[in-house]
């Protein structure tokens, strides 16, 4: 069974840093690109970012690009988001996501960060 679970996230204040996880388990992790995706308060989904299979290319969404870094640690069945300089924009539940051809078709639960002071 695929299962996708996230953690890490919290409240912060404005310009605090957190970094979330993304543990995978039940399928070949080091096969599937993986994203990164948030969906704030009353709002529809906002891709965040994607890292690719062997985690060598990545790509950022431009709401967060030079803030935000994913990467992933395939011995470890890992994904991680590291955010930096967060804004109060930045609220929302953040899940992640396995993609497969041209979607995405496991995500988790989701895990909530909040950024305020």
């Known amino acids: 069974e695929v299962q996708l679970v996230e953690s890490g996230g919290g409240l912060v204040q404005p310009g605090g840093s957190l970094r979330l996880s993304c543990a995978a388990s039940?399928?070949?992790?080091?096969?599937?690109?993986m994203s990164w995706v948030r969906q704030a308060p009353g709002k529809g989904l906002e891709w965040v970012s994607i890292?690719?299979?062997?985690?060598?290319?990545?790509c950022y969404a431009d709401s967060v690009k030079g803030r935000f870094t994913i990467s992933r640690d395939n011995a470890a069945n890992t994904l991680y988001l590291q955010m930096n300089s967060l804004k109060p924009e930045d609220t929302a539940k953040y899940y992640c996501?396995?993609?497969?051809?041209?979607?995405?078709?496991?995500w988790g639960q989701g895990t909530q960060v909040t950024v305020s002071s």
């Open positions: 039940g399928f070949t992790f080091s096969s599937y690109g």
């Open positions: 996501a396995r993609r497969a051809y041209e979607e995405y078709d496991y």
């Open positions: 890292i690719n299979s062997g985690g060598g290319s990545t």
